[in-house]
C-alpha cells in the first residue's frame, strides 16, 4: 500500500518534471505545443548514449541532459516556435504534430526502434524499508530531486525579478515590451528552460517510463491532462495535477489492472465536469 | 446597386457547372483507370471522414485531435454487423452512423465549456479510451488480431462487391455524393450560417440569440454520423477492421488531408484526401517504412508556408473557369 503510494508520488514529480515547462508555454502562454515530449526524449536518448556508449556517470549525465534539450528547445524556439505564437490554434496543433511525427521516425531510422535502457549507479539501486513498506532507492532520489526542484521553479517565478518579467510578459505582451521588458528573450529563455526540464524529466523517467521512439506520442495525453487539469494559474496546479494523475495511474494499473488504463481519463473527465477551468485558475478566464 | 444579402447567400449556394463536372469526372476515372478502383475507394472514403472533419473545424470551429474515433466506432459497427450475419451493407452504414452520432452526442457535452486546449485533451482522451478499450475487448472486437470473418452482402442485394473494387468505389462514390449533398445543403441553411456566426464569436452569436452549445452539440453530432459512415465503408470495402482504425495516427492523418484541401470548404476534404492518397501510395513505394517522417515534412512546411494558399488558389483557378466566384 505504502509502496505504491510511494511509486505514484514519484511517478506523479516525474510527470511534473516533465511537464511543468509546458505549463508555463501552454498554460501560461497559450501556446500549443504537443512536441514537448520530443524534448524528453532527446533527453533520454542522450542519457542512454552517454552511459552506455561513453560511460559517463549517471549523475552527470543528468545535467547534461538539461543542457542538451535546453540549447535543443533554444534552437528550435529561435528558428521555428516563435513564428507561431500570434498563429490560430489549428496551426500550432498542426506544426507541432508535424513536429512529433519527423522526430519519431527520424529516431527510429537512426537509433532504431528497440526500448533504451540505462545501468543506474549501484548506490540508486536496492531497496529501503521504510514504515513498513519497501521502496526503491531510485524512487527515493527522484522524489527528493524533483521536490527541489518543484520549489526551486516556484521560487524563481515568484521570488526574482526574471520571474516577474515572464509573468508580466504572460499577462500583457505589448504592455510589458513598452515597460521595457524583452518579451521575446525572456520567451525563449523560458522555452529552453522548459525543455530542459523536460530533457532532465525524460533521463530520470527512461529507467520508469521506458523509452521508445513513440514516447512523445505515448505521453502526449499524459501532458495534456496535467495541463488541463493544472489550470493557468502558474506551476501549483501543474504540480497537484501531476501528483494527483500518478498516485491514480499507478494505483489503478496496480489494484484494478482489467481497467487500469481508463482510471486517468476518468479522473480527467470528473474533474473537467466539476471545475472546466482546472484545479486552481485565475479568475481572469482565458 | 449593390447585390442583398439575400440574393448574396443564393448566390453562394448555388450549384454550378464545375461542380458537375468535377462529380462526372471522378465518375469517369473508373472508367480509365479501372485497375486502380480500390485507390479511388480509399480516397472517397478518406474525402468523406476529411468532410466529416470539416463540419466540426471548419464550420464548428472545433479542433479535434481524436476524430479517428468515430471512424472506429463506426467501422468497428458495420464489421461486427457483417460478423454476425447482418451483412447487408446499407444497414450496416445506418447502425455505424447511429451508434457514431449517439457516442459523439453524448461527448459533445465535454466540449461545451472550456478552451481550444481542454477540447484537444478530452477529444484526444475519448479516442485513447475507445482505443484502449477495442483492445481489451479482444473476444468481441479481435483486439490486436483485427476482426477477422466479415461476409458484406451484396449492395442493395443487387451488386455484390469484387475483387478489383469497382463495385466498392461506385458504392463508396455514390454514399459520398450523397452525402455530400446533405452537407452542402446543411452548410448553405439557416443552421449553416448561424453555426459560422458561431465559429466567428460565440459570445456575439449568443447575444443575438443563437443557442451556442446547441449549435456545436448539432453538429459535432452530425459529424460524428458521418465519421462512422466513413468507417463502416472501409471495413465493408476491405473486409477487415484492426486497431488501426482508432489510431491516433489516423486523426493526425485525417487533420493533414482536410488542411491540404482547405478547412471550411466542402470540397477541401475530398480534393485533400486525392492528394493525401496519391502521396501516400507514391511515398510507401519509396519509403514504406518511414513515411510518417514526410507527413510531418509536409504537416510543417503548409503551416510555415500557409495552408490556405492552396485552397485560394483552386477558388480562383475555378473562378477563372466558371467566370464567377469559388464553388460552395
Redo the contacts between chains.
Keep these: 500500500m505504502l509502496t505504491i503510494l510511494f511509486d505514484g508520488i514519484a511517478y506523479g514529480m516525474l510527470l511534473f518534471v516533465l511537464a511543468c515547462g509546458l505549463s508555463v508555454t501552454?498554460?501560461l502562454m497559450?501556446f500549443?505545443n504537443?512536441s514537448h515530449g520530443v524534448f524528453s526524449m532527446a533527453g533520454g536518448y542522450i542519457t542512454a548514449f552517454l552511459i552506455n556508449r561513453l560511460g559517463v556517470p549517471f549523475l552527470l549525465c543528468l545535467p547534461l541532459a538539461f543542457l542538451f534539450s535546453a540549447a535543443l528547445g533554444m534552437v528550435l524556439e529561435r528558428t521555428?516556435y516563435r513564428?507561431?505564437y500570434a498563429?490560430s490554434?489549428?496551426?500550432q496543433?498542426?506544426?507541432t504534430?508535424?513536429?512529433?511525427?519527423?522526430?519519431?521516425?527520424?529516431v527510429?531510422?537512426v537509433i532504431g526502434s528497440q526500448q533504451q535502457t540505462v545501468k543506474l549507479p549501484e548506490i540508486l539501486k536496492g531497496r529501503i524499508d521504510i514504515f513498513g513498506g519497501s521502496i526503491g532507492l531510485y524512487r527515493v532520489f527522484i522524489i527528493a530531486l524533483c521536490g527541489c526542484l518543484a520549489v526551486t521553479i516556484q521560487m524563481l517565478l515568484v521570488k526574482t525579478r526574471f520571474g516577474s518579467q515572464l509573468r508580466a510578459a504572460v499577462d500583457d505582451p505589448r504592455v510589458a515590451r513598452g515597460m521595457g521588458i524583452n518579451v521575446n528573450t525572456v520567451f525563449a529563455i523560458t522555452f529552453a528552460v522548459g525543455s530542459g526540464l523536460a530533457g532532465l524529466g525524460g533521463a530520470l523517467g527512461t529507467d520508469i517510463l521506458g523509452m521508445d521512439p513513440t514516447f512523445p506520442?505515448k505521453f502526449?495525453?499524459y501532458f495534456?491532462?496535467v495541463?488541463?487539469v493544472g489550470g493557468t494559474s502558474g506551476i501549483t496546479g501543474a504540480f497537484f495535477a501531476s501528483l494527483i494523475l500518478g498516485i491514480a495511474d499507478v494505483g489503478g494499473k496496480y489494484y484494478v489492472p482489467?481497467i487500469g488504463?481508463?482510471i486517468i481519463?476518468a479522473l480527467?473527465?470528473v474533474v473537467?465536469?466539476i471545475r472546466?477551468?482546472g484545479l486552481f485558475s485565475r479568475s481572469k478566464g482565458? | 446597386m449593390a447585390p442583398s444579402a439575400h440574393q448574396m447567400m443564393l448566390d453562394q449556394a448555388r450549384w454550378r457547372w464545375s461542380e458537375s463536372l468535377f462529380w462526372l469526372s471522378s465518375l469517369a476515372v473508373l472508367f480509365v483507370f479501372p485497375s486502380k478502383a480500390l485507390l479511388f475507394s480509399q480516397i472517397a472514403i478518406m474525402g468523406l471522414f476529411a468532410l466529416s472533419l470539416d463540419l466540426i473545424l471548419g464550420y464548428g470551429g472545433i479542433v479535434s485531435l481524436g476524430h479517428a474515433a468515430f471512424f472506429g466506432v463506426g467501422a468497428y459497427a458495420a464489421g461486427l454487423m457483417a460478423k454476425h450475419g447482418m451483412g447487408d451493407p446499407l444497414l450496416g452504414l445506418g447502425v455505424a452512423a447511429f451508434v457514431a452520432a449517439v457516442i459523439g452526442w453524448l461527448t459533445s457535452f465535454l466540449l461545451l465549456r472550456g478552451s481550444d486546449l481542454t477540447r484537444l485533451m478530452v477529444t484526444l482522451g475519448i479516442a485513447l479510451m475507445l482505443f484502449e478499450l477495442a483492445n481489451r475487448m479482444a473476444p468481441i472486437t479481435g483486439g490486436a488480431d483485427g476482426l477477422q470473418g466479415m461476409m458484406v452482402g451484396p449492395v442493395l442485394g443487387l451488386f455484390s462487391f469484387d475483387l478489383f473494387g469497382k463495385t466498392a468505389y461506385l458504392y463508396a462514390l455514390t454514399v459520398l455524393f450523397l452525402l455530400f449533398l446533405l452537407a452542402r445543403k446543411i452548410v448553405h441553411s439557416t443552421f449553416g450560417l448561424s453555426l459560422r456566426a458561431v465559429k466567428g464569436n460565440a459570445l456575439r452569436a449568443g447575444a443575438i440569440g443563437i443557442s451556442v452549445s446547441g449549435r456545436l452539440v448539432a453538429i459535432y453530432t452530425l459529424s460524428a454520423a458521418f465519421a462512422g459512415i466513413a468507417g463502416a465503408l472501409s471495413a465493408q470495402t476491405t473486409q477487415l477492421v484492426s486497431l488501426d482504425v482508432l489510431d491516433f495516427h489516423r486523426s493526425a492523418d485525417v487533420m493533414l488531408v482536410l488542411v491540404i484541401g482547405g478547412v471550411g470548404w466542402l470540397y477541401g476534404g475530398i480534393i485533400g484526401a486525392i492528394m493525401f492518397t496519391l502521396m501516400q501510395d507514391w511515398l510507401a513505394g519509396i519509403t514504406p517504412q518511414y513515411w510518417e517522417f514526410w507527413i510531418g515534412l509536409v504537416l510543417v512546411c503548409l503551416v510555415l508556408v500557409g495552408h490556405d494558399r492552396i485552397k485560394t488558389g483552386v477558388q480562383s483557378m475555378v473562378a477563372r473557369l466558371g467566370g464567377k466566384g469559388g464553388a460552395a
Excluded: C, E, S
Excluded at chain 1, 504534430?97 to 527520424?106: N, S
Design positions: 501552454m498554460g497559450n500549443i504537443l521555428l513564428r507561431l498563429r490554434h489549428l496551426d496543433v498542426l506544426f504534430i508535424g513536429i512529433v511525427f519527423m522526430a519519431v521516425a527520424a527510429d531510422y506520442i502526449m495525453i495534456l491532462i495541463v488541463t482489467q488504463a481508463f481519463y480527467m473527465l473537467l465536469i472546466p477551468q482565458k
